[in-house]
Structures are given as C-alpha cells and as structure tokens.
C-alpha cells in the first residue's frame, strides 16, 4: 500500500485547516479528509484515499513515505571538459542497474592532458571537437541516449549509494519529469575554513527536507550536477545558448509545462566544492551572471524577493527608521491583520490565525529584505550609504542580522565570525555577478522584486 506524509513545512492552523505547499496555500480539510488523514500520513486504500494523496501530493503538501526504490536500466551522461582524474572517480564509484549505459560527452577537451583514453572501456564517448558548452555537451548525450530515464553527471561529483534507486522510484508516477537529489559536500583530507563553509552553505546544497521543485518557492531551482529527467518531457533538453542557469531554465520549463519535479533528500551525490577563494569568486560571480537571462526568458519567475504587498510597504517604513515611518508601519499592520482576520471565516480563530500568518509573513519579508540589500541591490545599497546615515545603519544591521540568521539555520563547522565574513563575500561576488549580467544584457528584470497577495485557499475533499 502507498502511503504520505505531509511535508515538513506544513503547519496545521486548527484541526481542519493547514498551511503549506509549493506554492504556500491554507488548505481547508473537509471531515472525511480529516478522518483519512492521522498523524500526519495517509495510506492509500480506496479510491478517495488515492484522491486526497494526489492532491496532497500535487500541491506539495505531502510527499510518498517509504516508497519502494527501482532498479530499471538509464543513461549516464556525463558532460566533461578535461577532468580526466575527476571522470575517473566517478565512473569508478558508479553502480548501476544490468541494462545501463553510461555515455560520457568530450567537450573538446585537450587531447594530450584529459588522459582519457584509459577510460574508454568504463563508458561510450562522444567528442565535441569545437567547445560548445555543458548544455550542448549534455544535449550530445541526451539524444544518443537509450533509455527513457536519462540521469545527467557532472564529472565532479560522487554519487553515494543507493541515490540512483531512490530517484528512479519517483518515475513510476507517469506525472514526474524530472528528480533530483541533495548535492552534499565531497569531503577530503585537509579541509580549510573556505570547504567548511560551502558544507553548510553550498548553492547547490538544498537542504534536508524532500520537496516539489516549483519557481518561487524553497526548492525553486535543482542544479545538473544530479538530476535525473524524462526524455519524453524533456523535449530538445538544455538552452544551448545558456552557458549558466540552463538548469534553472529547464525547470523553469517543465514547470510551465505542467510537470512534476521531485527533490529528494534521502538520494545524496558528493560534489568537489572549489577550496581555493578566487575560483571559488569566480563561479559565485558566474552564477550571479544567469540572473538577467533567466528574468527575460521566464518573466516574474525568478525576482530577487517575493514579497506580499503589505509586508513590501512596511519594510521601506521600518528601513527609513523614522518614527512617523514606524508608526505606520505599525498601522498597517495592524490593518492588513484585521483585513486577513475578516477573510478567514473558515478557521476557527480568524484573529489568532490572522496573527500567526502575518508575523511570518512580515518575518520572512524581513528575511529577503535583509539578504536583498547585501546581495543583489548591494550596489544601489552602496551608492546610498555614500549620502545616507540611515542607509548606513541599515545594511549594517541588515548584513549582520541576515549573516547571524543564515548561521544559526545552517549551523556548520564554522565559527558565527568566518562564517558571516564568507557569506558576506558570497553575496557580494553572485550580486556583482548579477549586476555585470543586468548590464550586459541591458536590463533591469533582475533586479526587480515580485509583490504578491497571500496564501491561495484550497479545499481538498
């Protein structure tokens, strides 16, 4: 028998009312919902067992426990360009299902220093005699692929056991066009404060809880380092002309599509983070140059908040820090709530509830304000301190408030002082990256933020 369980972000506002999903929405659960559901899971049984564990899973609500794993045969494409060591840990760590193949793309590699003729036997290759990039490499490998499940590597990884099986298990629902895993941190002898922080705060790394990939939200993004797609959704597969954020893009795509994407935590792949700090800026301010396609290619999609319109207004107030501003800004407040208490009849304390949503609403706009202006508005922060003492004291308070927050949840090897100094670094090289991106492609999409409503009301049967 299937069963699920509703995802770690859940949160029940009464005993008929919860809050979650991808993206965030009250749900309100009639009786026989309520009766199904115990314990937070559900095992399927009948048929309106099964329908309200597709609904569940299809808001992100919920997600398949102990779901039995599989063992059908995929294609390997792994995209490489030199990385004759790294190609050799990781076919030599590859363990695959009897009917596999692994497909490796040469992306023109020198011929005299890959030193990829040793390795010839362990997979197919494919040469690119002209460098085309890791989505062409990739693309390479998709259409000589065999299989309808193709799992793409990046050659810098290791996968870690049992992460093919997991995954593969999620493809038995026809609906689900792609699945990742967790991309953890390879760990090495000789580890230096650099490593330690990319343990705990890699951009590939998202977390420990499973979830659906959907714009906007927690998981809005998986990286190709690991992931593994259909080739029937996939279409023509990566943006050639994309040399970063092609991942991001093609999620982006599915999604629009109606697909299912799935982020499974319990399937972990190894990645060798940069250990060293100028590559390591270098590719921080790489990712940052993605932005500016990615906000003209999918409009409104990836901003650098997503704010509810209320909560917008009130942190300009609160950042002017003027009292008339802060009095205000208490009075919207005040009134966004009673708006919210008014609208939420079918809670059994709309006030309280009321309450409850828009301190984490405000909480969580805090939250992106603060890592906004010390990321991606970092320059038009910058420009302002020049004239402004209240500006001044604001990114202060911004950029150690965030640092010691984003410490506190990841909580790694690291100090608190290191840490924030490296987060703090981090942010300015991807917004210095975003800002070169915005300018090349002359633009301002990225920067620009998103300001919604609230949570969407749904009523599973």
């Known amino acids: 028998m299937r069963t699920v369980r509703l995802d770690a972000g859940v949160r029940w506002l009464d005993d008929e009312t919860l809050l979650g999903g991808a993206p965030p ?5 009639s009786k026989t919902a309520r009766e199904l559901l115990k314990d937070n899971e559900l095992t399927v049984t009948n048929p309106a067992t099964a329908k309200l564990a597709d609904q569940l899973l299809a808001a992100g609500a919920a997600h398949p426990k102990n779901q039995a794993t599989s063992t059908r045969p995929v294609s390997v494409v792994i995209p490489v360009h030199n990385r004759g060591a790294e190609l050799r ?8 299902p009897a009917g596999s193949e692994v497909i490796v793309v040469d992306d023109a590699s020198d011929r005299d220093k890959a030193g990829f003729m040793p390795l010839r036997d362990k997979a197919r290759f494919i040469r690119h005699e002209v460098n085309r990039g890791p989505a062409a490499a990739r693309n390479t490998g998709l259409k000589a692929a065999r299989h309808e499940i193709v799992a793409f590597l990046d050659s810098d990884v290791v996968p870690e056991a049992g992460w093919l099986e997991t995954l593969l298990a999620h493809f038995d629902d026809p609906r689900v066009a792609l699945a990742a895993p967790r991309i953890v941190g390879l760990r090495k002898s000789g580890e230096n404060a650099l490593t330690r922080y990319e343990h705990a705060r890699s951009s590939l790394d998202l977390g420990p809880d499973e979830a659906l990939i959907v714009p906007r939200t927690r998981v809005a993004y998986v990286p190709s380092a690991a992931m593994l797609v259909r080739v029937s959704a996939v279409g023509g597969g990566f943006a050639e002309e994309m040399r970063v954020a092609e991942d991001v893009d093609l999620v982006c795509r599915l999604h629009a599509d109606g697909h299912r994407l799935v982020y499974d935590p319990a399937a972990r792949v190894a990645h060798e983070h940069r250990d060293t700090l100028g590559p390591w800026l270098g ?56 708006r919210l208490a008014g609208a939420l009849k079918m809670v059994r304390e709309p006030l309280k509830t009321a309450v409850r949503l828009n301190a984490m609403t405000l909480t969580g706009a805090a939250w992106q304000t603060a890592g906004a202006l010390t990321r991606h508005w970092w320059p038009l922060a910058l420009a302002g301190a020049l004239f402004s003492r209240r500006i001044r004291r604001a990114i202060a308070v911004a950029a150690l408030a965030e640092g010691v927050a984003d410490w506190w949840q990841h909580r790694g090897e690291l100090d608190p002082v290191r840490y924030l100094v490296f987060h703090r670094i981090d942010d300015l090289a991807y917004g210095g990256g975003l800002w070169w991106g915005a300018v090349r492609h002359r633009t301002t999409a990225p920067l620009q933020p998103r300001v919604t409503r609230g949570p969407r009301r749904r009523s599973p049967d």
């Open 25 to 29: 929405r009250l749900m309100k659960l």
């Open 89 to 96: 840990r990781l076919l030599d760590a590859l363990d695959l």
């Open 283 to 338: 590719r921080k301010a790489f990712y940052g140059t993605g932005a500016a396609q990615l906000a003209l290619r999918h409009p409104g999609t990836v901003p650098p908040v997503n704010l509810s319109a209320w909560a917008a207004v009130v942190c300009v107030l609160l950042t002017s820090q003027k009292r008339w501003a802060t009095a205000l800004a208490a009075i919207i407040t005040a009134v966004s709530t009673a």
